[in-house]
């Protein structure tokens, strides 16, 4: 068995996770999931080519591929991800909802009715 070390920089992890990740995009569970074409974080829907499988736990953060640190990501997640953890995002995703309803105050009663009149 692997030892669990401390990993940071430990390029033989990181290359043996890589290539396990590569691996394990060919089976069945995640060509499934690929072809289903939905992106975990966004939700959105991506040709295979867009997709990749994400560390949930990078790998050069000790994780490993495995089914449950694997997830499909479009490319555009995936390299934004790249630099946040998973709380980051969520508030980065709660600042993006608050900023695009902004919308003007104005208010304005119902306007004047021109040619409905209830009387005929
Ligand atoms: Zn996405």
Redesign the pocket.
Known sequence: MDDWIEINRDEAHIRRERAKARELRKTPYFQNLLRRGV??????H?PLEELTLDHIVPVARGGRSTRGNLVV??R???QEKRYLTPAEQILRAAEAANGANGGSGATAHAPPDNGADPHR
């Open positions: 992106c975990h974080y966004c939700g959105g991506f990501s479009c555009r997640c995936n």
